[in-house]
């Protein structure tokens, strides 16, 4: 069983910056791609950015130039920097992990896996 469990989130004022992470835990060797993904108030859940296992990173127009995604493959573990918040960021920001490969025996579960979300609030 994986687990993803994020943490970081919290209320910043517009301008201001913060860290959010998820740990991957479980029977894991490898995952090829991670994410993280928001879901505005009343809106619908969006793609934020994604990073491969080789460092290919993918990011949403909106956040370009102001959240960075990295991972350390080690600990499967992601994190998102996000600096020059917008009350437009404000969201539950959901983590990611688009397929497994296990331990041992190398299977590879093509499960989509997400995280519970942490609540992001920008405003003054």
């Known amino acids: 069983q994986v687990q993803l469990v ?3 989130g ?21 995952i090829p791609t ?15 950015a994604t990073i491969t296992s080789g460092l290919i990173t993918n990011y949403a127009d909106s956040v370009m130039g102001r959240f960075t995604i990295s991972r ?8 998102l920097q996000m600096n020059s918040l917008k009350p437009e960021d404000t969201a539950v920001y959901y983590c990611n992990a688009n397929g497994i490969y296990y331990s041992g025996s190398y299977y590879y579960d093509g499960t989509n896996y997400w ?10």
Do not use: H
């Not at 919290?10 to 490898?30: E, H, K, T, W, Y």
């Open 6 to 8: 994020e943490s970081g």
């Open 10 to 30: 919290g209320l910043v004022q517009p301008g201001g910056s913060l860290r959010l992470s998820c740990a991957a835990s479980g029977n894991i060797f490898s």
């Open 34 to 48: 991670m994410g993280w993904y928001r879901q505005p108030p009343g809106k619908e859940r969006e793609l934020v």
């Open 72 to 79: 350390d493959n080690a600990k499967n573990t992601v994190y």
């Open 115 to 124: 995280g519970k979300g942490t609540l992001v609030t920008v405003s003054s």
